[in-house]
């Protein structure tokens, strides 16, 4: 069972405007959200993440929003860079492991 | 340099042969986790450590896998008899027991083809 899914495989957006990537779950005993990028050929590097108490997290460019009714989480990017072009995985951490969803690979475009 | 390291980082093997992979996590952390990604997937949980004592195995791993971390520090994954669907990369990660943000740092991985 996908506990964790990310129903956008790609997504394109130009530079200087917001990147919004999705993600749900079906589990609501999760401790924590995290959001991770990752860079082919390397293991994926933190981001940002969210205790499941709270709605919202920042930093710098980078928010999350947590909607624990919907049982949705998004990663906003603003403003994108070029250089935000990765692959990005939602995780949800319970009982002291990660459980990813399938990534969404984002292009931001000069 | 003070992450995560994994060796080798890349495995080319003959089906039927065995494989070990290597992972040395931060040095103060007490958790180590292995995952395995595929193409178009995200990292899948095959097992994690706290210290030397294994946690949780995944379902995923068959009784042709094993992993071991003998004194708390460094771990080892092995695949027994490998065929062509252990073709992934293996990724290694670590934590400390308690954080405030979940965080689990990855190392580069081992990407193990298997003809």
């Known amino acids: 069972d996908q506990q964790v899914k990310q129903n956008s495989p790609s997504l394109s957006v130009q530079e200087g405007r917001i990147s919004i990537l999705n993600c749900d779950y079906t589990n609501s005993m999760f401790d924590y959200f995290l959001w991770y990028k990752k860079y082919p050929a390397e293991g994926p590097t933190f981001l940002i993440s969210i205790s499941s108490i709270k709605d919202k997290n920042e930093d710098g460019r980078f928010t999350v929003f947590l909607n624990k009714s919907a049982k949705h989480l998004s990663l906003h990017i603003v403003p994108s860079q070029p250089g935000d072009s990765a692959v990005y995985f939602c995780?949800?951490?319970?009982?002291?492991?990660?459980?990813f969803g399938q990534g969404t690979e984002l292009s931001v475009k000069p | 340099d003070t992450g995560v390291s994994q060796d080798p980082r890349h495995k080319i093997t003959k089906r039927g042969q065995n494989v070990t992979f290597r992972c040395d996590p931060i040095?103060?952390?007490?958790?180590l986790y292995w995952y395995r990604q595929t193409l178009g997937q995200g990292p899948e949980f095959l097992t994690y450590?706290?210290?030397?004592?294994?946690?949780?195995k995944s379902r995923l791993l068959s009784d042709r896998f094993s992993a071991e971390r003998p004194k708390g520090s460094f771990s080892t994954l092995e695949i027994q008899r490998t065929e062509q669907g252990d073709s992934a990369m293996y990724l290694c990660?670590?934590?400390?027991?308690?954080?405030?943000?979940?965080?689990?740092?990855f190392g580069e991985g081992s990407r193990l083809t298997v003809l």
């Open positions: 450590f706290q210290n030397e004592a294994q946690l949780e």
């Open positions: 995780a949800a951490l319970k009982s002291g492991k990660l459980i």
């Open positions: 990660a670590s934590s400390l027991l308690v954080t405030n943000t979940g965080e689990l740092f």
């Open positions: 040095s103060e952390h007490n958790r």
